[in-house]
């Protein structure tokens, strides 16, 4: 037995043991790889290709580049003080009958729209008259078709349009736009929404998430110290509403609360209150039953990093002169930050994407965010504006998460 | 040394059930003296535990009183009765550094910053940690963290401490190193120690004395040497160190000794410790190094003729394990201090040994 032994460590060895350890690794890299391709190819296509393209739709619109290509071009040179010259006018009118031909008048009327209202229309009938010209100089004759064409602040449009990027969506989301010299101002006061809306966003989801943490702790708390048998029925109804459609539970709310539902009948026998309450499409309806949704999401990462807690901490604090408030405050508690954290990120920014629960139980001045980007994608077909809203609250929820990050630290998060 | 005239701790006729069937704890009466070391020992379920948890606090008596320097503690919530205790699983709290776990006791009581600062350093130092002020218990080894967990509950000088199988979640080095290192950290405070194990090498290092718990009672109360010298009940002489055990009959009771036939091998000479009466079956626990291997005929009241059954070389000493009497587990420990008989398995000898080594108690 010895000497085969010795035969074969006296054996002269070819291969590096570097490349033999190479070598096993690769093959269970491949394995790990192979395992979570479908998973990356499924994000990348359905996650990250569609969220690029939204923040890229966000900044890039080359509507006027496109479908007016003489103008825009001839607008590069253009010092934007006066009416640009008859340069620019022979290339407007020969983009004019253009868009005439290919039927692209609309197109082009509708994003001029949207940053000068009422000059779309304007843009079609010049369309239409600008076919008669045939010789120049066109200056005088195309602002003798329609006043538009005298308009510094039109062609200080166009001139942007010379560029497939525009800032106007973001600028516009956020209450501002160009005004007549390129400029950035405030949005006029009928405009300007979105930073309002913004912040009902951002104050509604704080409201439910605080709601849910006050709901959500003490719940919590009774489920991770009572004995499993009890504990296990009172978790099965805390995760009912999971397995519930998110639809039925907010029609619930409606059957419950409405003006004659079940919440105001019973006050109202009960002679607690003279008239039904107000509780339904406004503030109170869309807090309460969001909170409702939310409550499973902020109270499971509590319970479960409370359950990891060993009771014996209390005990040692108790033993060692605290008081069981104290105890709970400065021994418990500070355990379960992880907990809340994880709980309150996780509701929080779950609640800055509803929709379905604001538009079905929320009054006209409770819709979030959301309801606006979806107004812009399906009846506006603005998706520029869409995908600007989309962007910023991105944007805010990765700030959010950073903000969040540095003050609590995102390693300390424990979901279990 | 303890002084027993007066009982820092006392229960008296203290009950707990949590069933409302079964008692966990009979009938307990223990006093404790002031500076003293006891250790309750015990296997798992014998009370001992739920003893302390009384003590501590922690769970309140069915029935009886306990008294804490004279003063009923029964309606004394924990964070009153000013008692140190050191945990199993040393809970030590994580979201702390290793100082603001010692001074979590001295805030709750409101001394003085600089106060704090040098009972901690001193803390520290008395458990030879002085450097890892700053660190946090997941960054400790477990003896560490329980040494920090022994000057936390140290550091408020109360006067009694409490400890529940400390050193349980140690190996077995780590364990006899501390087990010395509390037993001279209790030399050098005046105070007094209540000790649970079920280890009893632990029990007999430390303690002043030792009550041993089986089945909610305490079967004997005692200072280790007592206990290992002079047990009371066959429960004591089989928990506390290694015990040969031979069942037979009294056949005739002579003031402190007794005579007992086991049954196909003869009468044996034993103390009478526990026997009730002629005529009733008894135990005869006898030490396996009390044994004397091949002794000339007539020096001792007892010898027999034995076979080795196996024999096994241990270092300090060999054991032998032998048939005698109808038993074939009985246990010959040979010092190897000089060159000792050789002996070899299977070979025929005799065994003896002496009266007063040989106690006859109750029969299990």
Partial sequence: MSTTVVQIAGEPDTVPLRL?????????????????????????????LPIGQMMFNAVHDSTLLTLMPRTTAALRAWDGKDLPDEVAYAALAG???????????????????????????????????????????????????????????????????SSAYTAYYLLRSVDYQYGPDSQIVASPPDNSIFRMIFLRTLGISIAVTAATLLLGFPLAYLLATLPPKTSNLLMIMVVLPFWTSLLVRTTAWVVLLQQHGVVNDVLLALHLISQPAELIYNRVGTVLAMTHIQLPFTLLPIYSVMKTIPPIHVRAARSLGAGPFYAFWKVYFPQTLPGIAAGCLLTFILCLGYYITPALVGGPNDQMISYFVAHYTNEELNWGMASALGAILLTATLLLYYVFNKLVGVDRIKLG | MPRTDDAFVKFSSVQKTYDGQTLVVKNLNLDIARGEFLTMLGPSGSGKTTTLMMLAGFEVPTHGTILLGGIPIDKMPPHKRDIGMVFQSYALFPHMTVEENLAFPLKVRNLARADIGTRIKRALDMVRLGAYGTRRPGQLSGGQQQRVALARALIFDPKLVLMDEPLGALDKQLREQMQLEIKHIHEGLDITVVYVTHDQGEALTMSDRIAVFNDGVIQQLAAPAELYERPQNAFVAQFIGENNRLQGRVVAMNGGTCKVEIAGAGNVEALAINVEAVGRPTVLSLRPERVKLNPTPGSLPNIFAAEVAEVIYLGDHVRARVSVCGRDDFVVKLPNSECVVQIEAGSAITIGWKTEDCRALDAL
């Fill in chain 1, 20 to 48: 033999k350890l190479q070598r096993i690794e690769r093959r269970r890299k491949l394995k790990a790889v192979t395992l979570v391709l479908p998973l990356l190819l499924f994000i990348l296509f359905a996650f990250v």
């Fill in chain 1, 95 to 161: 983009d004019l009958s253009q868009a005439w031909e290919q039927k692209t008048m609309g197109a082009i009327g509708k994003r001029m729209n949207y940053e000068l209202p009422g000059t779309g229309s304007e843009f079609t009938s010049s369309a239409q008259k600008a076919r008669t010209l045939s010789a120049g100089p066109y200056k005088a004759a195309l602002i003798e078709i329609s006043p538009l064409w005298a308009r510094h602040d039109v062609w200080s449009l166009l001139k942007r349009g």
